[in-house]
């Protein structure tokens, strides 16, 4: 259907929010290779990185320029 996701861990305070960047990071370069752009379809953070780890899931997909 078009749509991917990508899955990541941060632990400790100073991490809180990097692996959403490098979340977006990733799913930018993957659509580049395709000449392509992202369109974010849904991000979902759960936990607390500072406590016991966040976790995000960041679904997308490839769309034309």
């Known amino acids: 259907n078009g749509r ?3 899955t990541g861990r941060a632990s400790g305070g ?3 929010g990097k692996e ?8 930018n370069a993957f659509c580049a290779k395709q ?3 992202v369109v974010q ?7 607390n990185a500072a406590v016991f780890g966040e976790n995000i ?5 490839c769309e034309p320029k």
């Open 57 to 61: 899931s960041l679904t997308f997909s």
């Open 4 to 6: 991917y996701m990508i």
């Open 14 to 16: 100073l991490n809180a």
């Open 20 to 27: 959403t960047t490098a979340a977006t990071k990733e799913a």
């Open 41 to 47: 379809q849904n991000l979902d953070k759960t936990g």
């Open 35 to 37: 000449s392509k752009q």
